[in-house]
T-cell receptor, first 112, second 119 residues
Framework: GESVGLHLPTLSVQEGDNSIINCAYSNSASDYFIWYKQESGKGPQFIID?????DKRQGQRVTVLLNKTVKHLSLQIAATQPGDSAVYFCAAKRDNFNKFYFGSGTKLNVKP | GAVVSQHPSWVICKSGTSVKIECRSLDFQATTMFWYRQFPKQSLMLMAT?????????EQGVEKDKFLINHASLTLSTLTVTSAHPEDSSFYICSARDLVSGGSNQPQHFGDGTRLSIL
């Protein structure tokens, strides 16, 4: 099977600080990973993805790091803003499998 | 691009009625769509994989006769909660992947969910 979990259920940061959200996955065959942001009452919104042949990928204010050795994934948000407050999920997929497995989620609270 | 629309966004109905939820891919073709259920403050639980033109694949523990899925076209999948009861109240979310133009490593794009409340 597959399990994807997060180390911290909630994270509070000051506006302007950097945020780091962590995720662990169990199946070493996972080859594609995504971070999603979910605001209250809405569906998950794609943030950034990374394939297993990479260990880092950067987007606008976000960076995803992948450590396949320890099966760990992280999302870094630079200069966190109040609009970043949401629940963040990581998801992992195995090659040739169509399904994604989601972590339990981390709630990010940004304090003004 | 890659917009998924879900309708309705909120449903309140009496126990025993059936409720249909629609999921549409607006600007891409989706041979596969996914239906999730989410309880408050919990993660997304995959219910089933909806395959265009064939039967849906249900996850273990999900009742096929309770949650009917139809994927009759490349842009529309429907989930019908039959004879709904209060315990079926939840947030139902669909997603789709643009595998036609993008290949296997493409993200799922989600609808905004349907909040179902059974009285």
């Amino acid at each position: 099977g597959e399990s994807v979990g997060l180390h911290l259920p909630t994270l509070s940061v000051q506006e302007g600080d950097n945020s780091i959200i962590n995720c662990a996955y169990s199946n070493s065959a996972s080859d594609y990973f995504i971070w999603y942001k979910q605001e209250s009452g809405k569906g998950p919104q794609f943030i950034i993805d990374i394939r297993s042949n990479m260990d880092k990928r950067q987007g606008q204010r976000v960076t995803v790091l992948l450590n396949k050795t320890v099966k760990h994934l992280s999302l870094q948000i630079a200069a966190t803003q109040p609009g970043d407050s949401a629940v963040y999920f990581c998801a992992a997929k195995r090659d040739n499998f169509n399904k994604f497995y989601f972590g339990s989620g981390t709630k990010l609270n940004v304090k003004p | 691009g890659a917009v998924v629309s879900q309708h309705p966004s909120w449903v309140i109905c009496k126990s025993g009625t059936s409720v249909k939820i629609e999921c549409r891919s607006l600007d891409f073709q989706a041979t596969t769509m996914f239906w999730y259920r989410q309880f408050p403050k919990q993660s997304l639980m995959l219910m089933a994989t909806s395959n265009e033109g064939s039967k849906a694949t249900y996850e273990q523990g999900v009742e096929k006769d309770k949650f009917l899925i139809n994927h009759a076209s490349l842009t529309l999948s429907t989930l019908t909660v039959t004879s709904a009861h209060p315990e079926d109240s939840s947030f139902y979310i669909c997603s789709a992947r643009d595998l036609v133009s993008g290949g296997s490593n493409q993200p799922q794009h989600f609808g905004d969910g349907t909040r179902l409340s059974i009285l």
